[in-house]
């Protein structure tokens, strides 16, 4: 028998009581799992190679675990919001679902490797900088449908890559396109179709909604009419921030001259990085310092104005280091050290972005030693010529500023 079960509540212990609560609370406080939210440009296309079914992407900012991203092969259709081929009968083509677990850090590169097949198409993707595998987290939409011609997953007259969030087949919000098209298919600028269909739309896609050429979209207007593709980022392989790295990558817009395409495809789907895309940090910048003097004894309270200074691990005024202070980035402050008198001292900032040039802001000023003298003494109170007080005032003026005395 069950003795807490005869007990009035009030008399019940209180630990299990609390326990029970607490287990309620927890439950009804944990939070949904939020998303990052991608804005345009925020994912690239970094290679595909159609020989092997395999193309890399990076996201350019941080994800949060939960997030959600979705990529296809799949040729926009252009002049409607709803992207439509998914929908029909076009198998040869696919879309996938990659669901994060934990979060991932901006630059990291992914290599999506897709196996057609009639009836059970798979696919695998792991991240480049250690091979770890992301396959659990990748979901193929449409399931045995999609990708089942072979030998090749993307094809060969032509295609695109689409990175995208939210339900392919109602309302996505696009995020980053790359295009390569064949000579057979319409086109315009940037390797976009005038208009896909079910006929051209496994080679070709219109423009996504949302998305500019040059700017988050690209492609090549132009190819061989068969055969085999591959294409490659070949560009520079460090970048400072998410806008450069975006820039570099799309280029003009129009068979970026950042980019190598070859048919039939060969060893140039290999990108010129590797691992991660490196995020640089800027070099520091210092325009100014004030004050712009203080004494050999060091001691001084100056405020160093200029760009790029956070994370700043060190400072040296005509080269003996200072005491950091605050910082914002824009401003640092510090605490000047002993240095021999000197003028057009440099002020130099280091961070993990490298350390300023020189310049020859700061001016070390020896104290001056020489004592005061004394230019006037007047009687104050008692007044007059002569006086039989005991006591008298006097005011004694010198030749610069002195200290009171104690005493």
Known sequence: MNILALLPLARRPATRLALGLCALLACAAAPARAQ?????????????????????WAPLVDLAAGTVIGLTDYGYPGGSSTFSFPATGITSDGYLTVTFSAAVTKGTIFTV????????????????????????????????????????????????????????????????????VATVVPNTSGGFTTSASTSNGLNASALPPGLTV???????????????????YNGPTTATDRATWLSRIVGSGTSPSSWTL?????????????????????APTVSAISPTSGTTAGGTSVTITGTNLTGATGVTIGGTAATLGANTGTTLAATTGAHAA????????????GTNSANTLFTYVA????????????????????????SA???????????????
């Open 342 to 353: 000197g003028t057009g001292l440099s002020v130099l900032v280091t961070t993990p972005g």
């Open 113 to 180: 490797t897709i196996t057609p097949h009639a009836t059970a198409p798979s696919v695998s993707m792991t991240r480049d900088s250690d091979s770890t595998s992301f396959s659990s987290q990748v979901t193929i939409g449409g399931g045995s449908t999609r990708w089942s011609v072979t030998p090749s997953a993307l094809s060969g007259g032509g295609d695109s890559l689409i990175i995208y969030q939210g339900n392919i087949l109602s309302s996505p919000t696009f995020v980053f396109c790359a295009a390569w």
């Open 262 to 282: 070859t048919a039939p495809a060969s060893s140039a789907a290999v990108p010129s990085v590797s691992g991660t895309l490196a995020f640089t940090s800027p």
């Open 367 to 390: 104290p001056d030693t020489t004592p005061p003298t004394v230019t006037s003494i007047i009687r104050q109170t008692p007044s007059g010529q002569s006086t039989t007080s005991t």
């Open 214 to 232: 040059g700017t988050n979209a690209f492609g090549w207007p132009t190819g061989a009419a068969s055969g085999t593709y591959s294409g490659a």
């Open 36 to 56: 990052t939210t991608l804005a345009t440009g925020d994912a690239v296309i970094l290679s595909f190679d159609q020989a092997t079914s395999t193309f890399k």
């Open 393 to 407: 005032t006097f005011r004694v003026t010198f030749s610069e500023a002195v200290n009171a005395p104690t005493t």
